[in-house]
């Protein structure tokens, strides 16, 4: 197996570059990614998060005679007390560097902003009375989204009431804990020590929650985390050691130029493995499939603001776009691949209807409607095509990707729609 596996551009993240996802892609997107990676989910897309888990739980446990009762709603309010100086730090980091779309939001971060108002310079705990909205709906966060996965990745074992960490756990917490000041953070935070928030600069530097250079010593760990699940998972996974055991270096399609080769390569690189081949292809269906009906939908979003107006595309642009679909017969490709999935079956569906529709104009109406029934409780776009709620595209992004269209076409928009499938 690679050293970068996990620490590639194409980690399994729950994220379509430039899009909000209107026409509720992400669900199929999740069942397609569990085939290779089952225990990643929409919640638990940033691994560097089990770090964050492990180091509060070890912690907790050290002050404790015995060991945390996982359902006891003190062990959620006291973690999510430790948890509030980590969410802090990374939505200070957010907020030094807003251009950088690579910098990661923390879970609840509206409610952390709250907590470091403008101009304030430190905080210390007993500052958060227990009535503040961040004690609020305690099971929304680090604690709540990744204890399922951190189980099945073998960093915490629950046995009764009891949650403690497993071997691989401890390594974690350790190496966290001996590569940064987190642990003297937790401790001073947890005395009610004043912190200052130009002390947490270091700490954030470099245990941000999707970092650039990750220590050698934890990839280790996440290896042996794969290779122990591949070996725990071999009957119902058969096909993940051949998978992770060939996989070539993602790394070098992360540029606009080279993604293009990503799935071609990919299917010549397993091209002997047959359930893997079709499982890629029918990745490669969707990714491209999706980010058409992606793209097509948020340009008439964007086009129905009066202020673009005067750029707006004639119908022949939607039409090349859709027809490029139409002549791949990818709707009845979809079919054949994976039919006894529920996702992808219904999905395909969605497709088969579509492939009748000769046009854009007949097919948006169908469109709309996978739209309506996605986002029934505030649907981005109305049926006659007039903005029903603003704000929901970002504008400068999307005229980027309107330019790069003109000089590249389809390579553009599978580039800036595409998905991180591993």
């Given amino acids: 197996m690679k050293e970068n596996l996990y620490f590639s551009n194409y980690y399994s993240a729950n994220t379509f570059s430039a899009s909000l996802d209107p026409l509720g892609f992400r669900k199929t997107y999740m069942t397609l990614s569990n085939l290779f990676f089952p225990q990643f989910t929409v919640l638990t897309n940033f691994p560097r998060y089990h770090n964050v888990?492990?180091?509060?739980?070890?912690?907790?446990?050290?002050?404790?005679?015995?060991?945390?009762?996982?359902?006891?709603?003190?062990?959620?309010?006291?973690?999510?007390?430790?948890?509030?100086?980590?969410?802090?730090?990374?939505?200070?980091?957010?907020?030094?560097?807003?251009?950088?779309?690579?910098?990661?939001?923390?879970?609840?971060?509206?409610?952390?902003?709250?907590?470091?108002?403008?101009?304030?310079?430190?905080?210390?705990?007993?500052?958060?009375?227990?009535?503040?909205?961040?004690?609020?709906?305690?099971?929304?966060?680090?604690?709540?989204?990744?204890?399922?996965?951190?189980?099945?990745?073998?960093?915490?074992?629950?046995?009764?009431?009891?949650?403690?960490?497993?071997?691989?756990?401890?390594?974690?917490?350790?190496?966290?804990?001996?590569?940064?000041?987190?642990?003297?953070?937790?401790?001073?935070?947890?005395?009610?020590?004043?912190?200052?928030?130009?002390?947490?600069?270091?700490?954030?530097?470099?245990?941000?929650?999707?970092?650039?250079?990750?220590?050698?010593k934890e990839k280790k760990i996440w290896k042996k985390v794969f290779e122990d699940f591949i070996d725990c998972n071999k009957e119902s996974y058969p096909y993940l050691k051949i998978f992770w055991g060939k996989l070539p270096d993602t790394g070098q399609y992360d540029t606009y130029d080279n993604y293009k080769g990503f799935f071609a390569d990919l299917l010549i690189n397993y091209k002997d493995e047959k359930t893997i081949k079709n499982y890629l292809r029918l990745h490669q269906i969707f990714e491209e499939i999706a980010a058409s009906l992606n793209f097509l939908f948020e340009m008439e979003y964007f086009f129905s603001n009066p202020v673009n107006l005067k750029s707006r595309y004639n119908a022949e642009k939607f039409e090349e776009i859709y027809k490029n679909l139409l002549n791949k017969n990818y709707f009845d490709e979809c079919q054949t691949l994976d039919p006894e999935n529920k996702f992808i079956y219904d999905l395909s569906n969605f497709f088969a209807l579509l492939s009748k529709k000769t046009s854009w104009v007949q097919a948006f109406d169908?469109?709309?409607?996978?739209?309506?029934?996605?986002?029934?409780?505030?649907?981005?776009?109305?049926?006659?095509?007039?903005?029903?709620?603003?704000?929901?595209?970002?504008?400068?992004?999307?005229?980027?990707?309107?330019k790069d269209f003109e000089v590249d076409n389809f390579k553009a928009i599978f580039f800036h729609y595409k998905q991180n499938w591993h």
Wanted: aromatic share 10%; hydrophobic share 35%; glycine share 4%.
């Fill in 53 to 216: 888990l492990v180091s509060i739980i070890g912690s907790l446990n050290e002050h404790k005679s015995r060991k945390q009762n996982l359902d006891n709603k003190r062990l959620n309010f006291q973690f999510r007390q430790t948890e509030i100086i980590w969410g802090i730090a990374q939505t200070i980091h957010k907020n030094c560097n807003e251009d950088n779309q690579n910098i990661i939001s923390p879970i609840n971060i509206i409610k952390y902003q709250q907590l470091i108002s403008q101009g304030k310079k430190y905080i210390k705990l007993s500052e958060i009375k227990n009535n503040n909205p961040i004690y609020t709906f305690l099971n929304y966060g680090t604690l709540g989204f990744y204890v399922n996965p951190s189980e099945k990745w073998g960093f915490i074992r629950r046995y009764n009431d009891t949650i403690d960490l497993t071997e691989n756990g401890e390594l974690l917490s350790e190496l966290f804990n001996k590569n940064n000041i987190w642990k003297t953070i937790i401790s001073d935070w947890r005395k009610n020590k004043q912190i200052k928030f130009a002390e947490l600069e270091n700490f954030i530097q470099i245990s941000s929650i999707n970092p650039l250079n990750i220590p050698m």
């Fill in 366 to 402: 169908e469109v709309w409607e996978r739209h309506y029934n996605c986002k029934a409780d505030g649907i981005f776009l109305n049926k006659n095509k007039t903005i029903n709620l603003r704000g929901q595209l970002n504008e400068v992004e999307f005229k980027k990707i309107l």
